[in-house]
């Protein structure tokens, strides 16, 4: 059974940075782009970043470009998001999400994400 | 960006009844379109891939369709497990964008 799990979510304060991790089981991690989406509160979700199989290409959404990172540990089948800078329109639910099969010439589908963990930026 | 807009945005419905939700995208994204459900507390479960490709273990009675800008999902006889949220997203572009969800409800 394929399994995401994050953490590392919690309350910071304007400027501060927090690590999300994402822990997958159940798959041949190493074989899947990942990606991580937020969801502000009453608001839709939001691709923020994401990242192929060996980690050498990296995509952002524009307004987290410079200060957030993500990166992936194949070998603890891990994927991870430093978060640098935050701000307010930061706070949101972070989610992890496989990659589908069935991909565009330069995007994809989700079809296995986490329940995420929720980010919190206030003073 | 492509913007994706889905309608209605909050839609009262029963058990047993047919329902369609509309997404509308802001040029043309050929037929590269997915469908989730989402419940409170839960991430996002896929339904729908390639505008009309049914996942895996989907119940048959959701279908996709649609191609270009106008999208639709479509639930043939609504279950009480269906009442929950749905999302489209494009992914003809790398920023791949949703729709703002579309709430399901009991009337």
């Known amino acids: 059974e394929v399994q995401l799990v994050e953490s590392g979510g919690g309350l910071v304060q304007p400027g501060g940075s927090l690590r999300l991790s994402c822990a997958a089981s159940?798959?041949?991690?190493?074989?899947?782009?990942m990606t991580w989406v937020r969801q502000a509160p009453g608001k839709g979700l939001e691709w923020v970043a994401n990242?192929?199989?060996?980690?050498?290409?990296?995509y952002y959404e524009d307004s987290v470009k410079g200060r957030f990172t993500i990166s992936r540990d194949n070998a603890k089948n891990s994927l991870y998001l430093q978060l640098n800078s935050l701000r307010a329109e930061d706070t949101a639910v972070y989610s992890c999400?496989?990659?589908?099969?069935?991909?565009?010439?330069?995007?994809?589908?989700?079809?296995?994400w986490g329940q995420g963990t929720l980010v919190t930026v206030s003073s | 960006d492509i913007q994706m807009t889905q309608s209605p945005s909050t839609l009262s419905a029963s058990v047993g009844d047919r329902v369609t939700i509309t997404c509308r995208a802001s040029?043309?994204?050929?037929?590269?379109l997915a469908w989730y459900q989402q419940k409170p507390g839960k991430g996002p479960k896929l339904l729908i891939y390639?505008?009309?490709g049914l996942e895996s273990g989907v119940p048959s009675r959701f279908s996709g369709s649609g191609s270009g800008t106008e999208f639709t999902l479509t639930i043939s006889s609504l279950q009480p497990d269906d009442f929950a949220t749905y999302h489209c997203?494009?992914?003809?572009?790398?920023?791949?964008?949703f729709g703002q969800g579309t709430k399901l409800e009991i009337k």
């Open positions: 990242i192929n199989q060996d980690g050498s290409e990296k």
């Open positions: 040029q043309s994204i050929s037929s590269w």
């Open positions: 999400a496989r990659d589908g099969y069935y991909c565009s010439d330069t995007s994809c589908y989700f079809d296995y």
């Open positions: 159940g798959f041949t991690f190493r074989s899947y782009w």
């Open positions: 997203q494009q992914y003809k572009s790398y920023s791949r964008t």
């Open positions: 390639k505008a009309s």
